[in-house]
């Protein structure tokens, strides 16, 4: 369930910054496996799978969008995403070293449901280059909804998955069925779909293929970061309580709150300083590790290993579309 989520997020959070699918995949795939881990060996929550969700994409594009307009780009933007999940992760670590998990049982669920709103729809408006065929070549300019067509395959078989393969995760069945569709047409069409269609190979072990140079600290403006690292650390306290409360139901066991969120908090710490991405707990990949016999930390501990694996395997990405994990995201 991590896997397409992790890359897709990573991918479209990216891209803002300027870099290329494969480094946005690959990011979103290594702070992934940071945070699932960190979060799962102190959190209090057992059975919680950490990971990014949809409203820190947006929180964290608009910090962003926010930087770029003072001047920031290149490694200096994104120093300054991975210090806005920082921030996060140091005050989400004091909301629970203060007992704050308590107080946010009283924000109002209206105001947390319009936010997850707005959050979805301004995630479709942010798919809307990868599935409208972009960089296309004039080989291939009649073949443009070939990414669409993709994307719509992906969201149709996540639909139905659940019905028809109960047992297999709808995002895995989309996207592997979402990426067959795109290259069974593009065979038919004949030659080799441009770049900009396609994930591209990984980077691996390059380290600096992410890029977080540590000098500059001092030249961020942390008066318009420090505002989104506030609003990230409160959503993702939110989502990692609702994920841990969903989860007591299933296992019948009692999270603790305050070790969750200081759980949490060293998560997205870990996160931003192997890629940037910010998160929570989510409720889906929970439900189902714990279902599947997921025991406390063991499920994040080995999903962690996994995305970790699949990180480093650099040939992955050359076939995947980038209008599949659009539909995932959509």
């Given amino acids: 369930?991590?896997?397409?989520?992790?890359?897709?997020?990573?991918?479209?959070?990216?891209?803002?910054?300027?870099?290329?699918?494969?480094?946005?995949?690959?990011?979103?795939?290594?702070?992934?496996?940071?945070?699932?881990?960190?979060?799962?060996?102190?959190?209090?929550?057992?059975?919680?799978?950490?990971?990014?969700?949809?409203?820190?994409?947006?929180?964290?594009t608009s910090?962003?969008?926010?930087?770029?307009?003072?001047?920031?780009?290149?490694?200096?933007?994104?120093?300054?995403?991975?210090?806005?999940?920082?921030?996060?992760?140091?005050?989400?670590?004091?909301?629970?070293?203060?007992?704050?998990g308590k107080l946010i049982k009283y924000?109002?669920?209206?105001?947390?449901?319009g936010f997850m709103t707005g959050s979805s729809i301004l995630m479709i408006k942010s798919q809307w280059k990868a599935v409208t065929g972009a960089g296309v070549d004039e080989l291939w300019m009649s073949w443009r909804w070939l990414p669409a067509a993709a994307a719509?395959?992906?969201?149709?078989?996540?639909?139905?998955?659940?019905?028809f393969a109960p047992r297999v995760p709808a995002p895995i069945a989309g996207l592997v069925l979402g990426t067959l569709a795109f290259h069974a047409l593009a065979a038919v069409h004949g030659g080799t779909p441009p770049p900009a269609w396609l994930i591209g190979r990984l980077a691996g072990l390059q380290r600096d293929a992410i890029g977080l140079p540590l000098a500059g600290l001092d030249a961020l403006p942390y008066a318009v970061m420090l505002p989104t690292a506030a609003a990230l650390a409160v959503l993702s306290a939110l989502n990692t309580l609702l994920a841990a409360v969903i989860a007591d139901a299933v296992t019948g066991l009692r999270h603790n709150a305050r070790q969750a969120l200081m759980g949490q908090g060293v998560g997205m710490i870990a996160s931003a300083l192997v890629g940037g991405i910010g998160g929570s707990g989510t409720t889906a990949a929970s439900v189902i590790a714990v279902k599947s016999g997921g025991a406390r930390w063991v499920a994040g501990l080995v999903g962690a290993l996994f995305l970790f694996l699949t990180a480093f395997a650099g040939g992955l990405g050359s076939v995947l579309p980038i209008g599949a994990l659009a539909g995932v995201i959509i």
């Fill in 63 to 100: 910090a962003l969008t926010a930087l770029a307009a003072h001047g920031l780009g290149g490694a200096q933007l994104l120093l300054g995403l991975a210090m806005v999940v920082v921030l996060a992760g140091v005050m989400q670590f004091v909301i629970g070293l203060a007992g704050g």
């Fill in 107 to 113: 924000i109002p669920s209206p105001v947390v449901s």
């Fill in 1 to 60: 369930i991590l896997l397409p989520q992790a890359m897709a997020f990573g991918v479209t959070l990216f891209a803002i910054a300027g870099a290329d699918a494969a480094t946005g995949a690959y990011a979103g795939l290594i702070s992934t496996a940071a945070l699932c881990l960190m979060s799962g060996l102190v959190g209090g929550a057992p059975g919680v799978i950490s990971a990014p969700t949809g409203p820190a994409l947006v929180l964290l």
């Fill in 152 to 163: 719509l395959v992906t969201i149709v078989v996540m639909r139905l998955a659940p019905r």
